[in-house]
């Protein structure tokens, strides 16, 4: 379904629960919660997170909690959005960051205001489809997505100064974590059911440093497409 029929006029504007009241107190929920980086606060505040979900769902949007997209995917939790980004860019500023899973593409756009390039992977056409649409609505510009495998990556564009992974493999993926440019960081959700574990890798010269920040939920990271 074509995203102008999924985004309606009064959709765009907002309704009663898209306040600016509202996004404050989801603000100050997140400041509570440890989130300290201004630049990600700010665009956590500005972006609509309403027109990234169905029409029906719009007065929740800015609750902090994960909410169905289709096809057994989710929107992430506000919070959740906002630690992965405050962690990928404490360790350093990014200029290209590749995103596995583009899902709604809320999580996209909130990359796409931080660094000057954002490169999306998504195995479901349709998902990736409506996430494009969004951004156009929005006129961001700095995205290119690819239809394909997000095991695989996208070499054509590495080495990346970030990967941010929107889905949990078992362990972290080599062919990602190899397509990181030297003091490059990759935050991801890693393990199966109730034992997954949001994951902070960085590039070293001798390697890979692995910190473990947080329990968390995320959909299985699959291989193929859809």
């Given amino acids: 379904m074509a995203a102008h029929m999924l985004i309606s006029e009064a959709n765009r504007r ?25 630049d990600v606060l700010r665009v956590m505040r500005e972006l609509p997170r309403h027109l990234f979900v169905d029409e029906a769902l719009a007065s929740r949007a800015y609750e902090d909690s994960p909410l169905p997209i289709g096809h057994g995917q989710t929107i992430s939790q506000p919070y959740t959005v906002a ?52 951004l156009r609505l929005l006129k961001v510009r700095n995205v290119r997505f690819l239809y394909g495998d997000g095991f695989l990556g996208w070499s054509d ?16 993926p080599r062919v990602l974590a190899d397509q990181l440019a030297p003091t490059g960081t990759l935050v991801l959700p890693m393990g199966e059911g109730d034992r997954q574990v949001l994951m902070r890798v ?25």
């Fill in 202 to 226: 960085i590039r070293t010269a001798d390697g890979f440093e692995q910190l473990v920040l947080e329990p968390v939920s995320f959909v299985p990271l699959i291989a193929g497409v859809a």
């Fill in 83 to 134: 630690r992965m980004t405050q962690t990928l860019l404490e360790h350093g500023p990014c200029d290209t960051v590749l995103e596995v899973g583009t899902g709604s593409g809320f999580q996209t756009a909130v990359l796409a205001a931080l660094v000057r390039r954002v490169y999306s992977v998504e195995r479901i056409a349709s998902l990736q489809d409506c996430a494009q649409q969004r």
């Fill in 14 to 38: 907002g309704i009663g629960m898209t306040s600016q009241r509202t996004r404050e107190r989801l603000i100050a929920r997140l400041c509570e919660a440890g989130i300290t980086h201004p």
């Fill in 157 to 172: 564009y590495a080495p990346y100064d970030g990967i941010l992974v929107t889905a949990a493999p078992r362990g972290v």
